[in-house]
């Protein structure tokens, strides 16, 4: 650990070595994407568990890659200590103001000694000694206001604390299979000739010729059986959601850049690369929020909730819903990014959840119960393993490392679906779905409370949980590799989604 770090922690250090640490510029944040509007909810974030714990939250955004961030504890106990010394020295000076009025108070007790005082020259040097005490108060109570702005920032920027679930390093650890593999040999041609892209070119399925002319790179058409799968897809997940008790909300697509943010999506990445498709405003419009297109409706099913106040009897409150998501991701062109793999706009059917918060501190940890946003979490991910086990979807379930978690999540897993045209990457694993428990994070940011009907604090932070029920796209481009007949030039669609389908069973090409 570095020296002024413990020099900080330490209570015998002097005023001067105190004031120079605080006067430290640590690295600031490479990007500031806005300022928060003022309707935005007011964040409530848990500074004092960040400055008892400066090296817990150091270590966290390390071992999750936000290297950048990792000196931002520091620098908030640094700030900290500087606002200490100032709220000291504002209470010297209020003190020393509150001399001066007793003195002129005392002075002018009687209106034949107010006469006398209005001449008096001690009092007008008491007056002038009052204005500059102000004006002193003023400047240091900017300054306190502008140290706690500062130390918001940087608290804002910080990754929330991973779960003792999470594998520490970029390595996930396997849960568990999901069906058994298609097939145990490859074929050198699998890449080309299982691939969906093949595959939707000989059924006239995708047009991204098309798409491109119209939109660009990164956009498609579904056509005909598929489109009409895209739609039995839907169906499917949202049965098997609200079957369980998951209610069906339909949001919008379109939300304040704020609550986005809030719900850890930030416009740019750590590599400072675009993320989020930000709309333009009007010239009468600026000064007015801005509005982004959401990348998943968990953004808008949080928002949901902002400044509201949940019962606790309501929790957990489960929610589904389906919605166009607009991801502005950059990359190198390749297999990892051809044919619907990864695409700019697709559908996708999410479940988002509010639950009583697990616990507080050690105790939470030494608890051997279940905790409610566990339970949750594990129920998103069996509705997942039910959905893709009736699809026929190989796939493997994934507790996800440090490094491969967003900010807001403390915990991850994804499932990973087999490609038959992706064996030369990843073994042919593809990501088709994640779930992520993400404790206060985005309550405390949308200023998301509950009410607590018994315990010692009548409000608290209720946790989230999230997972995707179906991305469309890439488990579609799944089920055309794994349901691929060479022989008879078709696809065949799993049992579950006839129903959707009109009976059709198997897509042939078009005659």
């Not at 608290?155 to 650890?173: C, K, M, V, Y």
Request: proline content about 6%.
């Amino acid at each position: 650990m570095k020296p002024k770090h413990n020099l900080m922690q330490s209570g015998f250090v002097c005023f001067n070595c105190r004031a120079k640490l605080s006067r430290t510029t640590l690295p600031r944040p490479k990007f500031r994407p806005y300022s928060r509007p003022s309707i935005a909810p007011k964040p409530a974030l848990d500074i004092k568990h960040i400055r008892q714990n400066p090296g817990l939250y150091s270590q966290n955004c390390t071992d999750r890659n936000y290297k950048h961030q990792s000196e931002y504890p520091w620098r908030i106990l640094q700030l900290f200590a500087a606002w200490q010394t100032e709220q000291k020295e504002a209470r010297n000076l209020r003190e020393l103001n509150n001399e001066i009025k007793r003195q002129l108070a005392n002075a002018a007790s009687t209106s034949e000694q107010a006469e006398k005082a209005a001449s008096d020259p001690e009092r007008t040097k008491l007056l002038e000694e009052a204005r500059i005490l102000k004006q002193s108060l003023n400047h240091i109570e900017s300054k306190e206001s502008q140290i706690q702005d500062e130390i918001e920032s940087l608290a804002l920027d910080l990754p929330n604390l991973s779960s003792r679930h999470t594998p520490t390093g970029d390595q996930p650890e396997v849960i568990a299979y999901i069906n058994d593999h298609p097939e145990s040999t490859s074929s050198s041609s699998d890449r080309v000739w299982r691939s969906h892209v093949h595959i939707g070119s000989e059924l006239q399925l995708f047009d991204f010729a098309a798409a491109g002319t119209s939109s660009g790179w990164g956009w498609y058409y579904l056509l005909s059986e598929a489109a009409q799968l895209e739609q039995a897809l839907v169906q499917y997940a949202i049965q098997t959601a609200t079957k369980r008790g998951w209610k069906l909300v339909s949001p919008p697509s379109i939300t304040y850049s704020h609550i986005a943010a809030a719900c850890g999506f930030q416009p740019r990445d750590q590599n400072n690369e675009q993320q989020v498709y930000t709309l333009a405003q009007n010239e009468k419009d600026t000064g007015k929020p801005p509005h982004s297109l959401t990348g998943t409706a968990e953004i808008p099913l949080a928002g949901m909730k902002a400044n509201q106040v949940l019962e606790e009897a309501d929790l957990p409150m489960k929610v589904v819903g389906v919605s166009r998501c607009y991801r502005a991701e950059a990359g190198a062109r390749g297999i990892d990014t051809k044919g619907l793999y990864r695409v700019h706009e697709f559908t996708k059917v999410e479940m988002f959840a509010w639950t009583p918060p697990d616990g507080i501190g050690e105790q939470a940890l030494g608890n051997s119960e279940i905790s409610h946003s566990t339970q949750v979490f594990e129920e998103m991910v069996s509705i997942q393993t039910e959905i893709l086990e009736g699809l026929g979807l190989h796939c493997r379930i994934l507790e996800m490392p440090s490094t491969d978690l967003g900010a807001s999540a403390s915990r991850k897993r994804d499932i990973e679906a087999f490609f038959p045209s992706r064996r030369e990457k990843d073994d042919g694993w593809g990501e088709v779905t994640s779930a992520s428990i993400c404790t206060d994070y985005q309550s405390r940011r949308l200023a998301t409370r509950l009410r607590r009907t018994k315990g010692p604090v009548k409000y608290d932070w209720p946790h989230t949980v999230n997972g995707t029920a179906i991305a469309i796209p890439r488990v579609l481009a799944a089920l055309l590799e794994n349901g691929w007949d060479e022989r008879t030039m078709s696809v065949a669609i799993p049992q579950v989604l006839w129903p959707w389908m009109g009976g059709m069973k198997r897509i042939k090409r078009p005659r």
